[in-house]
């Protein structure tokens, strides 16, 4: 990215809760050198709760100015944006992204960049055509954890490596949230194949220095949704939850009510838009799967076998790598079990959503070499979200350019965002046809 003036101009489309990751990094810490500029959504009241936020934390600032989705293009041109931030829905990322390179801007898009292969191609048609950086934020790749992984396996500790194994688990209150918002709907966010997944995906590829040549897959609507609560007995007889009396009880429930965030950003904002972020999740209208298995060959010859659980009794994931000097193996414990929170609301305890037990989670990094016994290798955590993630990404994105190479390469560009995201929309395929996808049958990257 170059530095056309003293300090950048930016724009955010999308300006739900993620958004916020942004905003307060573009008006606070790194404020010296981004211009944050202009906001776009469909919604103005989002818009406004963001100004509030940025007014209150940093008095005497202006308020960002704000465009409606239909003024994309003269915010661009009026407010002579540089960057664009997009945090919008997935399967909108493709318009903002296209549009702003054609209009001569750098873009920074959330995870998943898109959510199919078309919106992909046009992107990269796009990003080529135009010679503009497209930047897609894997927070992920900058956990102090997953570099030393990178570091160990680049330095050839294990040797090469011929299969890797990758398990992750949502917990009942982060997995459950994916089936209340507009998630639950494929054709919005590509399934959770798409949308979180393309992070695990992407570490492989990244880890590995490769990409996936072919992808087997088989997944299902097991918990959550209409019928698997009528099976189990969870089904309660609510569409949303605010205002229902049968949602009062209800572990699975999320009360938009009793968060600040959650009132300003979606109830608060639904006389506008009509979007409701607290839908049943044993209600009907889920169209993505709650359990999936995937079976990945990759350009390396490497194979990785992942699985992707969205009801479990606690949050982290497990990766071991086989090499043919040995095995590395990696233990996040994010929480280690979700429990219904009770609060009195009144008179009436209230269960308002599944939360982080007591219970610390730990982080544990094995090296086992061949003939050796084996070592523990001592990682720091980091600080803030996604295990010191966010903020590491924030400076590479928004920070001072050194010129400097970063070594593990952290940097993920449109190419990046493709791969990870073919591996995925591969697996829905599979899901549907019940046989192997050729990835480069969906995209050639």
């Known amino acids: 990215m170059t530095l056309d003036r003293e300090r950048r101009r930016c724009a955010v489309v999308g300006l739900g809760a993620r958004a916020q990751l942004y905003t307060e990094a573009l008006s606070g810490p790194h404020a010296d050198l981004i211009e944050l500029v202009g906001f776009c959504d469909v919604n103005t009241h989002r818009m406004a709760v963001h100004n509030e936020w940025i007014t209150a934390a940093h008095p005497g600032r202006a308020p960002v100015p704000a465009y409606s989705a239909a003024d994309f293009d ?9 960057l664009v931030v997009v945090c919008s829905v997935d399967s909108t990322h493709d318009e903002y992204i296209v549009r702003a390179l054609e209009a001569g801007c750098d873009v920074v898009t959330e995870k998943p960049m898109t959510t199919d292969a078309d919106r992909a191609r046009r992107i990269l048609d796009a990003q080529r055509r135009t010679g503009r950086e497209v930047r897609v934020a894997f927070n992920y790749r900058y956990n102090p954890v997953h570099s030393a992984v990178r570091e160990l396996l680049a330095s050839g500790e294990i040797g090469e490596i ?5 398990e992750w688990l949502l917990d009942l209150r982060h997995g459950a949230d994916y089936f209340r918002r ?13 949308h979180k997944s393309t992070h695990h995906f992407d570490l492989v590829n990244w880890w590995l220095g490769t990409h996936p040549e072919t992808v087997y897959a088989q997944g299902g609507l097991f918990f959550y949704g209409d019928t698997a609560g009528r099976r189990r007995g969870l089904a309660r007889p609510y569409t949303r939850a605010h205002g229902s009396p049968a949602a009062r009880d209800d572990p699975f429930a999320v009360h938009l009510a009793d968060s600040s965030v959650l009132r300003a950003l979606y109830l608060d904002a639904e006389h506008e838009d009509g979007y409701h972020r607290d839908q049943n999740v044993f209600g009907p209208g889920v169209t993505i799967e709650d359990d999936m298995a995937v079976l990945v060959r990759y350009a390396s010859g490497a194979t990785l076998t992942y699985h992707l659980t969205a009801y479990a009794p606690w949050e982290g994931y497990r990766v071991c790598f086989n090499g043919s000097e040995g095995r590395l193996e990696l233990l996040v414990e994010e929480s280690t079990w979700s429990r219904p929170r009770m609060r009195t609301d009144g008179a009436s305890p209230v269960m308002h959503g599944a939360s982080v037990g007591d219970e610390a989670g730990r982080t544990e990094l094995l090296l086992r070499r061949f003939w050796e016994p084996p070592r523990e290798v001592k990682v720091p955590t980091g600080e803030g979200g996604h295990g010191g993630g966010d903020v590491r990404m924030l400076a590479d994105l928004f920070g001072q350019r050194t010129g400097a190479a970063d070594p593990l390469g952290r940097a993920a560009d449109a190419v990046d965002g493709a791969r990870s995201l073919v591996t995925g929309l591969a697996a829905n395929r599979s899901f549907e046809s019940g046989l192997p996808v050729g990835v480069r049958e969906l995209l050639d990257v």
């Open 74 to 82: 003269l915010m661009l041109r009026r407010e002579r944006v540089d």
């Open 162 to 166: 011929g299969s890797v194994h990758f």
């Open 182 to 194: 507009w998630h639950r709907d494929k054709a919005d966010s590509g399934g959770l194949m798409v």
